[in-house]
Each structure stands twice: as C-alpha cells, then as structure tokens.
C-alpha cells in the first residue's frame, strides 16, 4: 500500500525515532508499504517518520541512481535500529532532495564513507561499511531517525533564502506526484 508521505513542517518529523523489537506490530508489512512507497515516488531511500511512524527504521535502493551515473555499486537494504558507528573518507558536496521537502534540491556536505551497525527485516544484526551514494543515503535517512532533515545542514542565510518555499512545503501549498501530508492535513 503506498502511504502518504509527512512533509517539512510536520513535527513528527522533529521527533527522535525509539527502537523497536522483532514483535513490533505488522513490521514486515511496514517495509513492504514503504518500498512500494519510496518506489512510487522515485525516491533512493524512506524513513519510517516520513510516514508517520516513529521508530528506528530506513529503507535505501539506490540501483536506478547508481545506473543513471554507470555505476554498479547499487544497495538495495532495510536498516532496522541502526547506529552510524564511523563517519570517514571524504567530506563530499551533492545536491540533495528529499521526498519530506519537495521541489528543494541544496548541497550538503557529507563524508563519503559510513560504517553502520544494524539490523536487517528480519533483526539479524550486521556490521557494514557503505561508500559513495549508498553512504550518502544512509547519512541523509538517518538523520530522519534523529529528527532532522537536509535543511539543518544549510547555512543559516541559505535557510533564510529558503523560508518562503520552506513555508509552503509546511502548508500545504506545493504539489507532487505523489501523496503527502502537510501540517494542513492534520
């Protein structure tokens, strides 16, 4: 079922995400929704808050990405409690977007290697190094379990640049091709 996803604005999005257990309700249903979610909105990754759930739960694909650019380093994974345990290499610039903050594409700098502890969806528990795009989606999504977006990465004057669009993402006032919820929707 594709869910609607919770727009900038919206203060579930502001919540830290809690860690959930293997008897979390409907878990494996969760994740299949928000494949299909993230699928039909074109997005490379979804957090469970975009969704509406606070809990300590992403999803990443990053095969159409990696193939547009000719890569093959593609990762298709569920991250269920995970801890960013290493941030390394680089420090990349890339201009990101995100399925809560539509229509706004900003660079943020991140570092281009992550070393992440979790679980899989079915709370089998890894250790795993991630390089390149996959990297940057894992940072960016988990950033939604700690209750931020992209934007707390800009500058304040980028910030300020950015309130007008900012504030009609928050109201309601943008479209998309998918569904969202605005602060208005509830």
């Known amino acids: 079922m594709i869910l609607p996803v919770l727009v900038y604005g919206n203060s579930l999005l502001k919540k830290e995400?809690?860690?959930i257990t293997s008897h979390y309700p409907d878990v494996q249903t969760i994740i299949a929704?928000?494949?299909?979610?993230?699928y039909n909105a074109k997005g490379v990754g979804l957090a469970a808050p975009?969704?509406?759930?606070?809990?300590c739960l992403f999803i990443i694909d990053t095969k159409e990405a990696?193939?547009?650019?000719?890569?093959?380093k593609s990762v298709k994974q569920t991250f269920i409690n995970p801890e960013i345990i290493e941030l390394?290499?680089?420090s990349c610039v890339y201009s990101e977007g995100c399925l809560s903050v539509p229509e706004i594409h900003e660079d943020v700098t991140r570092k281009s290697k992550v070393?992440?502890?979790y679980q899989d969806e079915h709370f089998t528990e890894h250790i795993a190094v991630f390089e390149g795009l996959p990297a940057r989606v894992i940072q960016h999504e988990y950033?939604?379990?700690?209750?931020?977006?992209f934007i707390e990465h800009l500058s304040p004057l980028r910030k300020t640049l950015l309130k007008r669009k900012l504030n009609d993402i928050s109201t309601g006032k943008t479209?998309?091709?998918?569904?969202?919820?605005s602060n208005k929707s509830f």
């Open 66 to 72: 990696e193939e547009a650019a000719n890569k093959d």
């Open 17 to 19: 995400s809690q860690e």
């Open 88 to 90: 390394a290499g680089e």
């Open 175 to 181: 479209t998309t091709f998918y569904k969202t919820k």
């Open 33 to 38: 929704n928000m494949y299909e979610t993230m």
């Open 115 to 117: 070393t992440v502890r």
């Open 143 to 149: 950033d939604h379990l700690m209750g931020k977006t």
């Open 50 to 55: 975009q969704v509406g759930l606070s809990i």
